[in-house]
């Protein structure tokens, strides 16, 4: 039949990569009241769920599981089949980085990683693990790259999306700006290639600014093309909103809008659909991130 919804408690199932911020993620969650266990044994999922919404424990859970578990491969999908069945109310953020970035991250920590003693050296495990786990993706409600976040900005993002309001209540349209030049961010469900739009960078008196100046706005808001584009953007996400937010199964959505450096057009026209959808969208939650305003073009 199921659980009814009443005393259910909402749960975060963070996995993913072993160095890619997994305790950073959870202390963060622990930060935001949520009741946070570290290596959780999928096996007992669902009857802790169980015990959590007949007791009225927490209304808010937030779970490691990844490769520690011995049973988590085999039977994480069984699991999840479970309590979606149950209808327990669940995200899954998969946590993941580059190769060479994760080896750092253990060369300087001198912590043993889980395929070690599998007879893998380091470079080995941590390709190992990214193949057995990419199944997981599947899954996900995030996949969140950490290669290049340090402790306060992982934090930082998680925060902006499970604590800025009651995350029950409304789904989430993420619009992400972001340069080409260092990658597509992976959680993004739907890309926009802008980089054809006129560029600020070559005029003198714009390239030292970003997006979120009046200067490069007005500056491509001048030219016909960008209206008409953001304008069907906007009629695009509309539909969206209706169809895979508000009346889908999904409660969340990623928009990437990409120009070549992430700092002058992606940020603008973020910028602008963000205000526009917040006059007219008042049944969703938008956050925009600039990912790549900072960096050096």
Request: proline letters at 4%; aromatic letters at 12%; charged letters at 25%.
């Given at each position: 039949?199921?659980?009814?919804?009443?005393?259910?408690?909402?749960?975060?199932?963070?996995?993913?990569?072993?160095?890619?911020?997994?305790?950073?993620?959870?202390?963060?969650?622990?930060?935001?009241?949520?009741?946070?266990?570290?290596?959780?044994?999928?096996?007992?999922?669902?009857?802790?769920?169980?015990?959590?919404?007949?007791?009225?424990?927490?209304?808010?859970?937030?779970?490691?599981?990844?490769?520690?578990?011995?049973?988590?491969l085999e039977e994480f999908p069984?699991?999840?089949?479970?309590?979606?069945?149950?209808?327990?109310?669940?995200?899954?953020?998969?946590?993941?980085?580059?190769?060479?970035?994760?080896?750092?991250?253990?060369?300087q920590t001198r912590r043993p990683?889980?395929?070690?003693?599998?007879?893998?050296?380091?470079?080995?495990?941590?390709?190992?693990?990214?193949?057995?786990?990419?199944?997981?993706?599947?899954?996900?409600?995030?996949?969140?790259?950490?290669?290049?976040?340090?402790?306060?900005?992982?934090?930082?993002?998680?925060?902006?999306?499970?604590?800025?309001?009651?995350?029950?209540?409304?789904?989430?349209?993420?619009?992400?700006?972001?340069?080409?030049?260092?990658?597509?961010?992976?959680?993004?469900?739907?890309?926009?290639?802008?980089?054809?739009?006129?560029?600020?960078?070559?005029?003198?008196?714009?390239?030292?600014?970003?997006?979120?100046?009046?200067?490069?706005?007005?500056?491509?808001?001048?030219?016909?093309?960008?209206?008409?584009?953001?304008?069907?953007?906007?009629?695009?996400?509309?539909?969206?909103?209706?169809?895979?937010?508000?009346?889908?199964?999904?409660?969340?959505?990623?928009?990437?809008?990409?120009?070549?450096?992430?700092?002058?057009?992606?940020?603008?026209?973020?910028?602008?659909?963000?205000?526009?959808?917040?006059?007219?969208?008042?049944?969703?939650?938008?956050?925009?991130?600039?990912?790549?305003?900072?960096?050096?073009?």
């Amino acid at each position: 039949m199921g659980t009814s919804f009443k005393n259910v408690p909402f749960l975060v199932i963070i996995t993913g990569e072993s160095g890619a911020g997994k305790s950073t993620a959870l202390k963060t969650f622990e930060d935001l009241n949520f009741l946070t266990i570290d290596n959780f044994p999928v096996r007992l999922l669902k009857s802790y769920l169980m015990e959590i919404t007949n007791s009225g424990l927490t209304e808010r859970l937030a779970l490691v599981m990844d490769l520690r578990d011995p049973f988590f491969l085999e039977e994480f999908p069984k699991v999840i089949k479970e309590i979606r069945e149950e209808k327990f109310p669940f995200e899954l953020i998969y946590l993941t980085a580059k190769t060479e970035v994760l080896i750092t991250r253990y060369n300087q920590t001198r912590r043993p990683h889980p395929l070690l003693k599998e007879n893998y050296d380091i470079e080995n495990a941590v390709k190992k693990e990214k193949k057995m786990l990419s199944f997981l993706k599947n899954y996900a409600t995030y996949i969140i790259d950490t290669s290049d976040f340090n402790y306060h900005q992982l934090k930082t993002h998680l925060i902006n999306i499970y604590g800025k309001y009651d995350y029950l209540l409304k789904p989430i349209l993420h619009i992400i700006a972001f340069g080409f030049k260092y990658g597509i961010p992976n959680e993004a469900n739907f890309i926009f290639d802008i980089r054809w739009l006129p560029n600020p960078f070559f005029i003198p008196e714009l390239s030292n600014l970003d997006g979120t100046d009046e200067r490069i706005i007005n500056f491509l808001l001048e030219n016909l093309s960008v209206r008409e584009f953001i304008n069907k953007i906007y009629i695009f996400l509309q539909m969206l909103i209706e169809n895979f937010l508000i009346h889908g199964e999904r409660r969340y959505c990623a928009i990437g809008i990409g120009c070549t450096g992430g700092r002058h057009r992606s940020v603008a026209i973020a910028k602008l659909l963000n205000e526009q959808l917040k006059q007219n969208c008042s049944n969703i939650e938008i956050i925009v991130s600039y990912r790549d305003i900072r960096r050096e073009n």
